[in-house]
């Protein structure tokens, strides 16, 4: 069993600052890909920031610059942090991870549960 957990979501005001953080664990052989999606109410899911394994990031063009995604592997855990936040970021955020579970070969995405973001005055 594996899984997923976000924190770090809230309420803040625009310019503000946050830093969520999601944690995987379980019977866990490796992680690929570690990443951040966020749904906006009435809209469809997307990606937000990726990180590999290596390292190598990507960002979607909406958040460059203001978002930075990084990975602690010795902990399962990846975090993004969010600055200059804007009232098109309100979203649910959630983690997702490209694993491979012990004693399986292929890998599978996880998905956690999700962090609420909201940003107003």
């Known amino acids: 069993q594996v899984q997923l957990v976000e924190s770090g979501g809230g309420l803040v005001q625009p310019g503000g600052s946050l830093r969520l953080s999601c944690a995987a664990s379980g019977s866990i052989s490796s992680i690929n890909v570690m990443g951040w999606y966020r749904q906006a109410p009435g809209k469809e899911r997307e990606l937000v920031a990726a990180v590999t394994s290596g390292g190598t990031t990507d960002y979607a063009d909406s958040v460059k610059g203001r978002f930075m995604i990084s990975r602690d592997n010795a902990k399962n855990t990846v975090y993004l942090q969010i600055n200059s936040l804007k009232p098109e970021d309100t979203a649910v955020y959630f983690c997702?991870?490209?694993?491979?579970?012990?004693?399986?070969?292929?890998?599978?995405?996880?998905w956690g549960k999700g962090t609420l973001v909201t940003v107003s005055s």
């Open positions: 997702n991870a490209n694993l491979i579970v012990k004693y399986r070969f292929s890998a599978m995405d996880y």
